[in-house]
């Protein structure tokens, strides 16, 4: 029986580190031992990760948002390497390793040698005499292979062209608190077969969903990816690409969008937002989707495009909630990946 429980630490105020996660991190013993085999890896898709791992994960996400800040990665140090422009990502990383005793070292790549042209297998080898960790948010997923190839401490996605995984963990977490539970439940995805809808994807297959992606032809998402998230689907688990939203949205419990156009793809907004016109959560959507759907969004969002203002400011909108929990899932990546192991045992 797996199950987590809570012990409250008020009433020690000098509880040492590992007094601190013994009485609070009461998680089961599979629990514990998953998590501590789980330390030291990348963190890149969730492909990568068994459905009991994402539902480890997620128990201590859940465990972690409802406690205080605990010293799990005393004196650790994540580099959070930037090619790309981020507000939430950064803000969470940041905020997260230091509620947990650690501290981050940002890295534009404009500023870095990294902007100059350094090869990743470098960078990846002298970051690692550094830091414990690092995240990095980046065009090429190539880059990020190569940099966790290369690299000794845990490396972690924070956004390439191609997948998002901390933005899917954490949306897992908020379906979760939404709806009690994730297994059954119909997902659409309206937009484009960008990273988030790839992401996506992974999660809806590890965790049981049945997961529609809808786009205009031609933005579906890769062959490829899609081929290994099929192969994940567990269960009933189906993973549809579809191309008309009025019947993608019917019945959905959770509807997801994204920008029409991602970063590094504002030379094609025009062409795009042509194609993707009719491929916006609004007031008609959401009529045909289940009476308690969520609507979701990773933010940024451009209201009057992939979504309208008065659905993503309406009662079934939870993107704020959304945003919240990068912080916590965010927060049980980083404890997982560069905790002491022991931490968990
Ligand atoms: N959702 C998300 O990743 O937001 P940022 O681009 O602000 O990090
Ligand atoms: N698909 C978007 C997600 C932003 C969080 C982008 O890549 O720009």
Not at 203 to 219: D, E, Q, S
Request: glycine fraction near 6%; charged fraction near 25%; include cysteine.
């Amino acid at each position: 029986m797996r199950r987590l429980m809570f012990v409250m630490i008020e009433d020690k105020p000098e509880v040492g580190k590992k007094d601190v996660i013994r009485l609070s991190l009461k998680l089961s013993i599979e629990q514990k031992a998953s998590l501590a085999a789980m330390h030291g890896r990348d963190f890149i898709s969730l492909h990568d990760f068994t459905p009991v791992e994402i539902a480890d994960l997620l128990a201590l996400a859940k465990l972690l948002k409802h406690h205080e800040p605990l010293p799990i990665l005393k004196g650790k140090q994540l580099a959070m390497i930037f090619t790309k422009a981020s507000t939430r990502t950064r803000v969470s990383f940041e905020v997260g390793i230091r509620q947990l005793g650690g501290d981050a070292v940002v890295l534009l790549s404009g500023d870095t040698q990294i902007g100059r042209g350094e090869p990743i297998k470098d960078t990846a080898r002298v970051l690692s005499r550094y830091v414990d960790g690092i995240m990095i948010r980046t065009y090429d997923h190539q880059d990020v292979l190569d940099l966790a190839r290369w690299a000794s401490i845990p490396v972690i996605n924070g956004l390439t062209d191609d997948l998002h995984p901390c933005q899917a963990l954490a949306d897992l977490l908020t379906i979760q608190e939404h709806k009690g539970h994730l297994t059954g439940l119909k997902m659409t995805y309206i937009g484009d077969g960008n990273n988030m809808a790839t992401s996506l994807m992974f999660a809806g297959a590890k965790t049981g969903m049945h997961v529609t992606i809808c786009c205009p032809p031609g933005y579906e998402p890769s062959a490829a990816y899609l081929e290994q998230a099929r192969g994940d689907a567990r269960g009933e688990s189906r993973i549809e690409v579809v191309h008309d939203p009025q019947t993608a949205a019917e019945e959905a419990d959770v509807l997801y969008t994204d920008v029409w156009a991602s970063m590094g793809q504002e030379a094609e907004r025009d062409s795009r937002a042509a194609a993707f016109a009719q491929y916006q959560i609004n007031e008609d959507l959401l009529r045909v989707a289940a009476e308690d759907c969520i609507v979701m969004h990773c933010l940024p969002a451009h209201r009057g495009e992939e979504i309208t203002e008065e659905v993503i400011e309406g009662p079934h909108s939870v993107v704020f909630d959304q945003a919240e929990n990068r912080l916590h899932a965010q927060k049980a990546i980083l404890a997982t990946l560069m905790g002491h192991p022991e931490d968990f045992v």
